[in-house]
């Protein structure tokens, strides 16, 4: 019978600790590895990362400089065909007001909009966007559902 007592730990190897402050015969004794006297000897003692001990710390020393492109990214709003089929009638157009209108897409486009394949498109609607993935071009070839490239101008 499994009791408590006779389980053990199979899963990693059990880490010898190193005990300090027993002795001279533990080797590590006496001042227990942290040497002989000052700050760092005391209890209560703290390393504070980039401290140097009046010496100007690197990370001061190190020049600001650099670049990020983060400012200038333009975000694309990606709508899928399932959600078109969702929130559009038949005869409607599909484009950046009319997703505005409906609250789906935001008041400013950066990069456009772009049209996605995921899920199908029973409706027969325009739709006019920025971009369209290959597999969207496809499926809307196919259905015969028109569709426009709008310039890609800031909106």
Known sequence: MITLNSLSNTHRPHKKVQRIGRGPGSNRGKTCGRGNKGDKARCGYKQRYGEE??????????????FSNGRFKSHVHAINLSLINYLYNDGEVVNHQTLKE???????????IKILADGELEKRVTIEAHHFSKEAQNKLQKKSIPFKVVSNKKV
């Open 53 to 66: 001990g009046g010496q100007k710390p690197l990370y001061k020393r190190l020049p600001c400089r650099g």
């Open 102 to 112: 409906k609250g789906y897409a935001p008041r400013r486009l950066g990069g456009g």
